[in-house]
């Protein structure tokens, strides 16, 4: 999967499109909203004309014919409002739903993004950014909505006096325009907000993750503290968030106040003069009294723009995070003689390594750095860039840079030996979504020497795991990735440390079952490990010391030959 955005997004960019995506919700919403407020801002016109024309004339049919209107009025804003708040609502789910993919997609991307973010931060973007980005879809409805409602009042009241109306028309915007000046605090504060919570949450996974590490430590008192004092600044940055919003929300009911009681005196005033009627006072005052509520939301809706450009702005910086890499088109290449070749490759602590594994060959790699190990396991990840590293990588007798890249993915697996397990069941997490039978999974748990998984629970396969496969065993866990590893049963398989965590005896079976079930046919196996079990069952090792390979052969003749080959693989 590729994600949707472009390099280059922005948060204009991002509110735009939820508009565009949205415009069929959009519009109809918008129609509808401005149909209810419209309505509403009828209602004192016509109570003053029923007052006028009925009331003060004792027309019975005049009044009922007015009360019907009023009905029918009543009637259409109450279905307005209903349909348009659920299309808006709506379009806001819609959208957070889309945007939510979409930063999916461009975390799960297999090319990488550079967007900067922990995997906590994600998560918050993902559960609290999308939402409030896509809040600009119901912004652009509630503005639409409330200025129909001041242009419909504004032109009632022209018409009933003319330097009224006109004051109202004057006026209204000036407040907009001057409430609008806290919109870049309100934006400044938002993003301050969401930052630090998005670090808070970032922090908090990191240390749930590692939650057992930091006790075997005694570490979590200091982590704690740590998640103390990140939670503490979340606090402080939300209070001066909401201080400002509070200030705004204020400052706009403030003004509202002053000015419908501004509407109300001056048509007061007129009325005692006898320009106006009781009626028209009546709908003078109803009027000024429903401005307060549009102008009151055009207020809120300055907040919620703010929160949604700000939102917006950090949603873009997921989506428009460049690849990390941009490898080639080509498919997946023929089966060659050479599975993987490394020639003359540079990169981290590696220096000028040349490796070749060939069709049905075993190649061990033992590297006197661990660092040299994990480089080089990076490397045949292709998470590294091609401008990061020198000399070729290829892959059957192509470049890596030139395949595609689910064409490498599909060629070679790299299974480390920090085993990613999900929550399900054990037969889930073997065949990884592929249609197996129980005859091709227990070949495989088998050769991985996992039988005891399997026979340690009554339900076999359908044993469910939970989150990262926390009730294995650090040892099984390690044996169910390979187990899994061996199911695929890729071209060319890179195994690092695969058995850290089991026993001697159960390193045994394992070296036995890897050798037996990549040993033979067209397959390249790489083992990068330390142990002696597992490399004696490789048809080569090559050895690598201070970044070069300064040793190459089997591991008996390497056993007997080389002193430091033997104090390595043997203390």
Not at 4 to 17: D, I, K, T, Y
Not at 348 to 362: H, K, N, T
Not at 495 to 518: F, I, M, Y
Request: a neutral charge.
């Amino acid at each position: 999967m590729t994600p949707v955005a472009a390099p280059g997004v922005s948060g204009a960019v991002v509110l735009r499109r939820a508009l565009r995506r949205q415009r069929g919700r959009v519009i109809l919403g918008i129609a509808l909203l401005c149909t209810h407020q419209a309505a509403e801002a009828l209602i004192p016109v016509a109570i003053g004309v029923v007052i006028d024309r009925a009331v003060a004339t004792g027309d019975v049919r005049a009044l009922a014919l007015s009360l019907g209107g009023l009905a029918a009025l009543f009637t259409v804003l109450a279905f307005a409002y209903r349909t348009g708040a659920r299309m808006a609502y709506a379009a806001v789910e819609h959208e957070a739903h889309a945007i939510r993919v979409e930063i999916a997609r461009s975390a799960l991307d297999p090319h990488g993004h550079r967007s900067g973010m922990r995997d906590g931060e994600l998560l918050s973007v993902t559960a609290s950014d999308a939402e409030l980005s896509a809040l600009v879809v119901r912004v652009a409805g509630l503005t639409a909505a409330a200025l129909t409602a001041i242009v419909v009042a504004a032109v009632a009241l022209v018409v009933v006096d003319v330097p009224l109306g006109l004051g109202v028309l004057i006026g209204v915007p000036l407040l907009v325009v001057a409430l609008q000046r806290m919109a870049p605090l309100l934006t400044r504060r938002s993003t301050s907000q969401q930052e630090a919570l998005a670090a808070t949450t970032a922090l908090a996974v990191d240390l749930v993750t590692g939650l057992r590490v930091l006790r075997g430590i005694g570490a979590q008192d200091h982590a704690a503290r740590r998640y103390a004092g990140a939670s503490r600044h979340a606090l402080d940055v939300t209070l001066r968030a909401a201080t400002t919003k509070g200030l705004h929300l204020g400052l706009t009911t403030m003004v509202n106040g002053l000015f419908l009681a501004t509407v109300a005196g001056v048509a007061g005033w007129l009325a005692l003069q006898g320009r106006l009627t009781i009626g028209e006072l009546v709908a003078v005052v109803g009027l000024a009294q429903f401005i307060a509520e549009p102008v009151q939301t055009l207020g809120y809706c300055v907040q919620l723009f703010a929160m949604a450009r700000a939102s917006a702005g950090r949603v873009a910086r997921v989506l428009g995070a460049a690849p990390v890499d941009r490898p080639g088109s080509a498919g997946p290449p023929a089966p060659a003689s050479t599975r993987l070749a490394l020639d003359s490759v540079r990169y981290a602590g590696l220096d000028d390594v040349s490796l070749r594994v060939g069709a049905g060959e075993i190649l061990g790699v033992l590297a006197y750095d661990p660092s040299d190990a994990e480089a080089l396991v990076t490397l045949l990840t292709g998470r590294v860039p091609r401008q990061d590293y020198g000399g070729t990588l290829h892959v059957d007798g192509v470049p890596a840079d030139e395949l595609h890249i689910d064409a490498v993915r599909a060629t070679v697996l790299v299974e480390q030996h920090d085993v990613a397990l999900f929550e399900g069941t054990l037969r889930a997490n073997l065949s990884a979504g592929a249609d197996l039978d129980d005859t091709a999974l227990r070949a495989a748990v088998r050769a991985a020497a996992a039988q005891d998984v399997l026979a340690a629970h009554p339900h076999g396969f359908d044993r469910v795991l939970t989150e990262r496969g926390a009730n294995l065993s650090g040892g099984q866990r390690q044996r169910i990735g390979l187990a899994r590893a061996l199911v695929v049963d890729p071209p060319v398989l890179v195994l690092h440390n695969p058995t850290t965590a089991v026993d001697a005896v159960t390193e045994g079976l394992l070296a036995e079952g890897l050798a037996s079930a990549r040993g033979a046919g067209d397959r390249g196996t790489v083992l990068i490990t330390t142990s002696p079990a597992l490399l004696r069952v490789t048809h080569r090792v090559a050895v690598l010391d201070g970044g070069r390979i300064v040793a190459e052969g089997p591991h008996d003749h390497l056993l007997a030959s080389d002193a430091r080959y033997r104090e390595e693989i043997l203390r």
